[in-house]
């Protein structure tokens, strides 16, 4: 499985973020996909993640309400929006997925077996 992200780049503070991630390979074995943010010098956080069955979301304390996770299934592929952004959403934005639910509302980066390479998001 190969996670591919797009959308990320400079954004103005109070800009809009749209985020992309596609899965290529074997999909089907895929059952959560989830994004999470890593700024210079800090730990991975979890932003959101989606059931691709059930399309059940779920979301990290500190980001529900600023952020949308949603998935487009006839793409195999899951998107992330935002509004308003500030400076310190300025980060490495990454896709995650793993094949069993059970972990997905916990949104722990370890858990997660397979990753995308990151997109870079800077909000100045």
């Known amino acids: 499985v190969q996670l591919v992200e797009s959308g990320g780049g400079l954004v103005q503070p109070g800009g809009s973020l749209n985020l992309s991630c596609a899965a290529i390979?074997?999909?089907?074995?895929?059952?959560?996909m989830a994004w999470f943010r890593q700024g210079s010098g800090g730990d991975r956080e979890g932003i959101a993640a989606i059931n691709l069955g059930s399309g059940r979301t779920y979301y990290s304390a500190p980001m529900k309400g600023r952020f949308t996770v949603s998935r487009d299934n006839a793409e195999n592929s899951v998107l992330l929006q935002s509004r308003a952004l500030n400076a310190q959403d300025t980060a490495t934005y990454f896709c995650a997925a793993l094949e069993s639910v059970t972990y997905c509302p916990d949104l722990i980066a370890r858990r997660f077996r397979h990753w995308g390479q990151g997109t870079q998001v800077t909000v100045s």
């Open positions: 390979g074997k999909t089907n074995v895929l059952n959560c």
